[in-house]
């Protein structure tokens, strides 16, 4: 089936640099998240984008975080400065369009951000 | 806000028997609910959903009915195989079209021969 890739897969960083971390989704695909997942307490909606534009943020995507995809090319989270508390899983995810119903997020298989 | 509900963080059972995994939430809109399955290294996949009150889904052996009266949608399967050894999430959307889902804790399934 359709697969959404995420690279690397595991990333170690220093506290107060920059980290990007990208994602390849579905080509067809026009709708695209990020998921954070902390060890040990559920997956949590970070944001949406279409069409080059931020739908929807929960409170958790803080003012040091950005995504884009310029150019049809991979989806990126942005994290600068990184902070001890971003160390999670980051899962991307993507899906059709499908006014009226519900279109299915096709989910990568994660980063693993450690900040230390 | 939208909460999920999963009150088992790890069920173990031996090959052939039953399982049942519990799946409440919490909204004040009307509810999209999903399972997802990770299997270890791999990324979540949708094994099932429904908006539909009442109404028994299935696929690849699973079922589960949404019930609104009781806010649940628990995940069934009356005889697991070894290969379902995973974690399941359930996840929420109040709106359904391109939303952020709500998730659960999930639970692990660990299927013994």
């Known amino acids: 089936g359709p697969k959404v890739l995420q690279i690397p897969s595991h990333q170690i960083i220093d506290m107060g640099q920059m980290v990007t971390l990208n994602c390849d989704p579905v080509s067809n695909h026009l709708y695209f998240y990020w998921y954070k997942q902390i060890l040990g307490q559920q997956m949590e909606f970070l944001v949406n984008?279409?069409?080059?534009?931020?739908?929807?943020k929960s409170k958790l995507f803080k003012d040091q975080f950005s995504v884009e995809r310029p150019d049809g090319s991979y989806f990126t989270l942005k994290i600068q400065p990184t902070a001890l508390e971003d160390s999670a899983v980051y899962f991307c995810?993507?899906?059709?369009?499908?006014?009226?119903?519900?279109?299915?997020?096709?989910f990568g298989p994660g980063t693993r951000l450690t900040v230390l | 806000g939208d909460s999920v509900t999963q009150t088992e963080g790890l069920v173990t059972l031996t090959k052939g028997l039953p399982v049942m995994l519990n799946c409440t939430y919490q909204t004040t809109y009307s509810p999209f609910l999903f399972w997802y399955v990770q299997h270890l290294n791999e990324a979540p996949k949708l094994l099932l959903k429904s908006s539909t009150d009442n109404k028994r889904t299935e696929h690849q052996g699973f079922y589960a009915t949404l019930h609104k009266s009781s806010s649940s949608f628990h995940l069934q399967k009356s005889s697991v195989q070894l290969s379902d050894s995973a974690l399941y999430f359930c996840?929420?959307?109040?709106?359904?079209?391109?939303?952020?889902?709500?998730f659960g804790l999930g639970t692990r399934v660990s299927v013994f021969p």
């Open positions: 996840a929420l959307s109040d709106r359904g079209y391109a939303q952020g889902l709500t």
């Open positions: 984008f279409y069409n080059g534009k931020v739908m929807e």
């Open positions: 995810a993507s899906s059709l369009p499908d006014w009226g119903n519900y279109a299915e997020q096709f």
